[in-house]
């Protein structure tokens, strides 16, 4: 009789858990994006999908590779939290940028970008208006820097959140381990839980996407997501349940891989909003700004097999037919 109510407790138990509202999250971390590709994407990759909570955090590219300045990148911010809130966003949380090791950061940068103060220096600058922000618009603030200075800092030892040679066996000194992302969704976990946050977008660069690492930019990886979308739903964790597909509400099919469609440029510099993805390493694709395509600015030349294997991730960014024809 025991064994019996036992499993009937069980079985109770297992219902009720699995019958639970899953809290939905997507993955929109994009490696080398800043506040500039933000704002091109910002309605396809995060208001397509309806969400009520959007967590922010984009720096790394601003601060070091596309060099944005600090007065763009806060009117960058300020227009992405316009917009969200128009399409009636509930909860916006912001993070801050992750220290760094300047010295293997310098080591990957061309000497002659290289500025002296080191790429610290200047994500403290950045971090600050991210603090402004957080307090003049009201915004939940995750501060990831000081989570990783409060968790040994950046510095080149095995235990360290930052990758390095010791920890990863290769130079990287940015992109952080998948204990370092496990230990953040595990922080980040009880600021959501208490928004009440149902369908939540984490949008950034590679740091949300987890560059280099198994699963990147999938709830089933080891990026800070996947497990923020675990310390969300351990009932489905517990019962061997996957993370369900976080549909956009515009395109219900979602965006998949098309072939040898068109693509727009995504900002002044004329940087293709599409990734080219061939199959063969000796295909080769290239852009070329030369006032030839049919907006006078640029356009794709292909070599090899690359003509019939050209895709583009239609789900990383919106594409408008007849921007560039291939």
Not at 188 to 217: E, Q
């Amino acid at each position: 009789m025991k064994k019996i109510l036992s499993l009937l407790f069980f079985l109770f138990i297992a219902c009720t858990f699995l019958s639970a509202d899953e809290i939905l999250l997507k993955n929109a971390g994009i490696g080398g994006d800043s506040s500039v590709q933000a704002l091109e994407r910002v309605y396809s990759d995060v208001i397509d999908y309806q969400p009520d909570c959007v967590i922010m955090a984009f720096g790394m590219n601003d601060v070091n590779f596309c060099r944005i300045p600090i007065e763009k990148y806060k009117e960058n911010y300020l227009k992405l939290i316009k917009i969200l809130r128009s399409k009636g966003v509930k909860h916006l949380v912001i993070m801050t940028t992750n220290p760094v090791i300047d010295e293997e950061v310098k080591a990957r940068t061309k000497k002659e970008l290289w500025r002296p103060e080191g790429v610290n220096f200047y994500i403290n600058k950045y971090n600050a208006v991210v603090h402004e922000l957080a307090k003049t618009q009201n915004l939940t603030l995750f501060d990831l820097h000081k989570f990783i200075q409060d968790n040994g800092g950046a510095v080149k030892t095995k235990k360290s959140f930052v990758r390095n040679p010791a920890n990863k066996g290769y130079k990287d000194g940015v992109h952080l381990t998948a204990a370092g992302y496990k230990a953040i969704a595990k922080a980040l976990a009880p600021l959501i839980r208490k928004l009440g946050a149902k369908r939540i977008v984490c949008f950034g660069d590679s740091i949300t996407y987890g560059a280099n690492l198994r699963g990147g930019g999938l709830l089933t990886g080891d990026n800070y997501p996947a497990f923020l979308w675990q310390e969300l739903n351990p009932a489905l964790v517990t019962f061997g349940s996957k993370p369900s597909n976080m549909k956009s509400e515009t395109d219900p099919t979602g965006r998949n891989l098309i072939r040898n469609s068109s693509f727009e440029v995504c900002d002044a510099d004329n940087r293709p909003i599409a990734w080219v993805l061939w199959k063969k390493n000796k295909d080769k694709a290239e852009y070329i700004s030369d006032g030839t395509a049919p907006d006078g600015k640029g356009h794709v030349r292909l070599t090899g097999s690359a003509k019939s294997n050209l895709q583009f991730r239609t789900d990383i960014y919106p594409i408008k037919a007849g921007s560039y024809v291939i």
